[in-house]
């Protein structure tokens, strides 16, 4: 029998946030203009640490989106503080 490996949301946030990655343009001037960072547009990260864990991805996306979570940035900044980070993500059912 396979070993699951329970993971926690606090392991995809801090996962997202390696990616993501916030960050000034130009160290000189820490203004709120010059933050950038990366960003698709969708869950492409997100779905990636799935894919590597074993989680159920579309259960991990339909809590980040009622969290407010639509792509990977905005599940930093809107799903973290609605979900404990200690709480165990789903994982995939297991089919016989
Ligand atoms: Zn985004």
Redo the contacts with the bound molecule.
């Keep these: 029998m396979q070993k699951i490996v329970k993971t926690s949301w606090k392991e995809l946030f801090d996962f997202l946030e390696e990616k993501v990655n916030f960050h000034y343009k130009k160290e000189q001037s820490k203004t709120p203009e010059n933050i950038s960072w990366i ?1 698709f ?1 969708d869950l492409r990260f997100v779905e990636a640490f799935c894919k590597t864990r074993n989680l159920d991805t579309s259960a991990v996306i339909k809590r980040l989106n009622e969290t407010g979570g639509y ?4 599940v930093l900044f809107n799903s973290v503080a609605n979900i404990d980070s200690n709480e165990i993500m789903p994982v995939k059912p297991i089919k016989k």
């Design positions: 960003c547009g792509c990977d940035c905005e």
